[in-house]
């Protein structure tokens, strides 16, 4: 099943500097992805991420240089996405 998920990065060393991302993993059964999945997916992005809060699904970078903290703020499974956006077309018919 693909997983579609928001992730917010927040740069330590820069007030203010966070960036919207989204990703996509794909697990073979109808759970959601595990911890050990995200933690791949963001380590093959670039970011060396370790797990700070497993429940809360959040990661940290502790490069020296760009320190980051990852924050995993949707996930949902593809099946919803489509749902909502086929909703979405067709309650826009009806507000014209």
Same mark, same amino acid.
């Given at each position: 099943?693909?997983?579609?998920?928001?992730?917010?990065?927040?740069?330590?060393?820069?007030?203010?500097?966070?960036?919207?991302? +989204?990703?996509?993993?794909?697990?073979?059964?109808?759970?959601?992805? +595990?911890?050990?999945?995200?933690?791949?997916?963001?380590?093959?992005?670039?970011?060396?991420?370790?797990?700070?809060?497993?429940?809360?699904?959040?990661?940290?970078?502790?490069?020296?240089?760009?320190?980051?903290?990852?924050?995993?703020?949707?996930?949902?499974?593809?099946?919803?996405?489509?749902?909502?956006?086929?909703? +979405?077309?067709?309650?826009?018919?009806?507000? +014209?």
């Amino acid at each position: 099943m693909e997983w579609n998920f928001l992730f917010r990065i927040d740069h330590l060393k820069e007030t203010g500097e966070e960036r919207n991302l +989204k990703g996509l993993i794909v697990t073979e059964n109808d759970q959601p992805p +595990k911890v050990e999945q995200i933690q791949s997916f963001l380590r093959s992005c670039g970011y060396n991420a370790d797990v700070q809060d497993a429940h809360k699904l959040i990661f940290r970078d502790s490069n020296p240089e760009d320190p980051v903290d990852i924050r995993i703020i949707q996930l949902e499974d593809q099946e919803v996405h489509e749902t909502d956006r086929i909703l +979405k077309l067709i309650s826009e018919q009806f507000i +014209k």
